[in-house]
């Protein structure tokens, strides 16, 4: 087994990135890590990103807390919260933006499931080109794999939940309190399609977070299997 390692560190330091893939595939075949361990290896990075990073966003403030994913309101209602301050009504205003981000924490409870799946299914091939890609390789293998079935998914819970977290009522008044300001230009904005692309957006922002501290920080990789699967990367 060790000369096997030897072999496999002298290999991959005398190999270039493009030659990268042949050595995992002898890797694969010679014993020291199969294609079995090297896909459940990326499965479990993959997990972690879920467990770790996209659990926190369904906690309460969970986006309204997180500068990194905190959604804010789009460019048309800029002026509705300038508006709003400017006659005394900050707390309304700020009351609309926590709503935004509840819908946001509510719609991201029904993401692992679709996670989950994406995972199960990951071929050998994916995980090589996952561990072999770019930093963000195994993120980029998620919004693939997952993004359509998230918005659609993200998209009626987050309809429902401006109901259920009150967000109708707050931007209801948001909206009527600025539309009476005189001589300002009424809007009336559609809040679920953007709220439910930053939700999307806030999601992979953690993943790839989680990824970037795996692939760098040696200490993160918590399994045996791991930091054996990821010291291949190591050598690129």
């Known amino acids: 087994m060790i000369k096997r390692i030897l072999i496999l560190v002298v290999a991959i330091q005398f190999t270039g990135c493009a030659e990268l893939q042949n050595v995992v595939n002898q890797v694969a075949k010679s014993g020291v890590l199969s294609q079995e361990q090297i896909g459940n290896g990326l499965r479990q990075a993959l997990d972690n990103g879920i467990k770790n990073q996209v659990s926190k966003l369904t906690s309460t403030d969970g986006f309204y807390k997180n500068e990194l994913v905190k959604i804010m309101l789009p460019e048309e209602l800029q002026t509705v919260d300038k508006g709003l ?10 009351e609309g933006i926590k709503v935004l981000n509840r819908a946001a924490e509510d719609a991201v409870k029904t993401a692992t499931p679709i996670f989950v799946n994406a995972v199960k299914n990951m ?15 195994a993120t980029s293998y998620l919004k693939g794999k997952t993004s359509d079935n998230l918005y659609a998914s993200f998209s009626p819970v987050i309809k429902n939940s ?4 009150g967000a109708d009522k707050v931007w209801s008044s948001l909206i009527n309190k600025y539309n009476s300001i005189p001589f300002v230009k009424n809007v009336n904005p559609d809040l679920t399609i953007y709220v439910t692309n930053q939700a999307l957006k806030g999601v992979f922002t953690m993943i790839e977070i989680e990824e970037k ?24």
């Open 85 to 94: 301050r400017k006659i005394g009504l900050g707390n309304l205003a700020d």
């Open 123 to 137: 071929t050998f091939t994916d995980a090589k080109n996952i561990l072999l890609g770019s930093p963000n390789a």
């Open 162 to 165: 401006f109901s259920k977290v």
């Open 213 to 236: 501290g795996i692939r760098e920080k040696v200490g993160l990789r918590n399994t045996a299997l791991l930091q054996q699967v990821f010291a291949l990367q190591d050598k690129k």
